[in-house]
């Protein structure tokens, strides 16, 4: 289930923020970070805003996807590193995207679990990321993230909308149709 009330989404552990409609243009105030709803126009899409609550709402949407993997038909460890990579991408996203993130999880007919993270940064240029594995980059406790991403997914794409802002998509089949 895709939670769409602040109780699903705080796991009745306390408020998550506000929770409102996307499209109604609503931004979380600063020191209000959290969760936002999924809008009717688009079940499946949570924002997630750095701040106090960022940290449990992230665990909640890593959670999320590791529940929609086994629900596909992942296994277990297949599972949890899918919600790694969605999880580092949603870092990424927060870090170098001012502050916030919007995730999309859909799991499509074709038995792959499809998960868009956006954000309203200045883009990047995937082709120019150093090796994580490179010998001066090996000590160091940052630039894994995309490494990552593409070790535990079958597909990572990035596009940047001509608006700003980067998507990353990420995508692995969770199961197989036979005809």
């Known amino acids: 289930m895709i939670p769409d009330t602040q109780a699903q989404v705080s796991g009745n552990t306390g408020p998550v923020a506000a929770v ?16 936002g709803p999924i809008s009717r126009e688009d079940p499946g899409q949570l924002e997630i805003n750095d ?6 709402t992230l665990d909640r949407i890593e959670a999320l996807a590791v529940r929609l993997a086994r629900f596909g038909g992942l296994d277990p460890d297949g599972a949890h590193f899918l919600g790694v990579a969605l999880r580092e991408a949603i870092v990424n996203a927060l870090h170098h995207g001012r502050g916030a993130a919007w995730v999309a999880l859909r799991l499509a007919r074709r038995g792959v679990l499809v998960m868009t993270v956006r954000d309203r940064g200045p883009g990047f240029d995937p082709s120019r990321l150093p090796d994580p594995r490179a010998p001066e980059n090996v000590v160091k406790g940052c630039g894994r993230g995309i490494f990552y991403m593409r070790r535990f997914t079958d597909r990572v794409s990035f596009s940047f909308p001509r608006q700003g802002g980067a998507v990353v998509r990420l995508e692995k089949k969770v199961r197989s149709y036979s005809r």
């Open 20 to 35: 409102t409609p996307f499209g109604m243009g609503y931004r979380p105030e600063p020191g209000n970070a959290g969760v």
């Open 51 to 56: 701040g106090p609550h960022c940290e449990s």
